[in-house]
């Protein structure tokens, strides 16, 4: 068989030497009209063979385009010689990930979404100290009998929190701060093991590219890592020296902003991993119109709006990290005013940068332990950061409108940016109104979903912006192919 591939391979570079053909025609006019027919399927083989040899180890099993009797002969002649060795072609990737696989990291994005705001309740309702011990494993397990709850709650009474805040709950009400804390920490080993053993099976099937591949496992990674840093922030919560006068039990700032960071790391990425997905997806079915809007991207109109996107999601980041600052300290429990803060638009500099945080005897430290520490100026840092956002937004909405860009930019990127002004208008708004009511935890949630929303709209915008070239390259190819096959079945 391999014989006989290589000799029609030979056979189809002899018929297309267009200077021999041509020579003859010249000479024989009666045999031209022969000629011709004889080298356009020879050409057209060597064409196709390249073609086919350049589609075959892609994922374009789902082309639902009819192959032509020549098009099936030019794949068939470009396919390898059969190996003996079984494991080559077992350890070969697809170009593009499954469907199912953006489904599902999308799914799993929505999960993450969900986790946040269970998380954010279970700080808002106080519950977050109630288990005292990170049992990975057996945690997950409800306690049971009357003993199971009173070893349970023998463990808390010992905590900072219980004795400093809690000392007259009675064992129904721990029933229920537990219930939620217990509640977030099945939530977030379902998370792990609804990824990690989906992403071995799709890596297992080859149903991902190898980019995906490496992808899914960092994925995987970074929720281990998550719920490690959540124990982490626990632990900072149940520490000893917490029973010292003036200190409140409540965990490190520091630690819920790490992980309030990861979890919108991880969301992140598995939404923009499952929207590239079915991105390429949707170029393979649709070549020539995703050829167009790529190419569109490309405009040099469109390049500082581009960077500007990628800047405000950094912004956009900053905000949501200071914000868990905010909330890490209860610091939206002064000055529940907007825009003022007590006679003024900020408190006086003596507050903001008071002596008291500083641990160095020169006050080398005294702006950032500050900044990150003292509730008053934490909550200035937000406001601030909040409303340069919200005129960021503004700004980059009025730039996209502005005569080269509008003209530039294709539809979908500009309803993303369009969408980025609604969402960061009712984020300010929640915000705003969790202020001055002083944190109620209806408005307090709903403000921390804004924040994942508007995180979400700034990713998609940016997504709609970016050329993925290597999705584009795939849509040229692909366009190429459809005119070629075209082409072949034309004359029938
Ligand atoms: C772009 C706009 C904003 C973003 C992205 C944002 C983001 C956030 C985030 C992520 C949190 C932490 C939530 C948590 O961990 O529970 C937070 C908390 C908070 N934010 Fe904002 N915020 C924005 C605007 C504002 C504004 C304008 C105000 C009021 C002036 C505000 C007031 C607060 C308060 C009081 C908290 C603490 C709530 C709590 O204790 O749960 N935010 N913000």
Redesign the pocket.
């Known amino acids: 068989m391999a014989f006989f591939q290589l000799g029609l391979r030979r056979a189809a570079v002899q018929l297309s030497r267009p200077s021999v053909f041509c020579a003859r025609a010249a000479f024989n006019a009666s045999q031209q009209q022969k000629l011709v027919q004889l080298a356009t399927p020879a050409s057209t083989i060597l064409k196709l063979v390249s073609q086919a040899r350049h589609t075959q180890s892609r994922n374009y099993a789902t082309q639902k385009v009819q192959e032509s009797p020549l098009s099936k002969l030019a794949t068939d002649i470009a396919k390898p010689a059969p190996s003996s060795d079984k494991s080559e072609k077992k350890s070969s990737f697809p170009e593009t990930s499954s469907k199912s696989v953006a489904y599902w990291l999308l799914a799993s994005a929505a999960s993450v979404f969900g986790i946040v705001i269970f998380g ?1 309740l279970t ?2 309702t106080e519950s977050g100290l109630s288990i005292t011990e990170w049992r990975p494993v057996t945690g997950s397990l409800w306690p049971g009998s009357q003993e199971e709850w009173e070893s349970e709650f023998e463990k808390y009474r010992a905590s900072p929190e219980f004795k400093m805040l809690n000392s007259t709950m009675n064992l129904q009400e721990f029933k229920q701060i537990y219930f939620m804390e217990w509640t977030h920490r099945l939530w977030g080993r379902f998370i792990g093991m609804s990824f990690v053993l989906p992403t071995i099976y799709f890596i297992a099937r080859r149903r991902v590219t190898p980019r995906m591949a490496c992808t899914l496992v960092g994925i995987s990674a970074l929720i281990g890592f998550q719920g490690f840093i959540g124990w982490w922030m626990v632990k900072s919560g149940l520490k000893d020296d917490l029973f010292a006068p003036g200190s409140h039990p409540r965990v490190s700032q520091y630690r ?1 902003a790490a992980h ?1 960071a990861t979890a919108f790391v991880c969301y992140s990425w598995m939404l923009l991993a499952g929207l590239s997905i079915l991105r390429t997806h949707k170029a393979i079915n649709f070549p020539e119109q995703a050829v167009k809007n790529f190419t569109a991207l490309q405009s040099p109109a469109l390049r500082v709006l581009r960077g500007s996107v990628a800047a405000l999601t950094v912004l ?1 980041f900053t ?2 990290l ?3 600052l ?3 300290l ?3 429990l002064i000055y529940n005013e ?1 825009p003022m803060m007590g006679n003024g638009l900020a408190p006086p500099k003596s507050e903001l940068l008071d002596k008291f945080y500083s641990r160095h005897e020169d006050g080398s430290d005294l702006v950032w332990r500050n900044m990150l520490e003292n509730p008053s100026l934490v ?1 200035l840092d ?2 601030i ?3 340069t ?2 005129t960021a937004v503004c700004a980059l909405v009025a730039y996209s409108r502005s005569g080269r860009v509008k003209a530039a930019l294709p539809p979908a990127a500009r309803k993303g940016i369009t969408g980025l002004l609604h969402l ?1 208008s009712l ?2 708004a ?3 109104s ?2 001055i009511y002083m ?1 109620p935890i209806p408005l ?2 709903a ?2 979903a ?2 994942l929303a ?1 995180l979400t709209g700034v990713l998609v915008a940016g997504q709609r912006l970016r050329i993925p070239k290597a999705t584009l390259a795939m849509a040229q190819r692909r366009l190429a192919q459809l005119a070629q096959q075209a082409k072949t079945q034309g004359p029938k």
């Open positions: 954010g700080r808002l819920l309030l956009i905000t949501v200071s914000g868990a905010v909330a890490g209860d610091a939206g907007f909550q937000h406001r950061l909040a409303m956002t919200f960061v984020q300010v929640l915000g705003i969790t202020l944190v307090a949630a403000h921390q804004g924040a508007l």
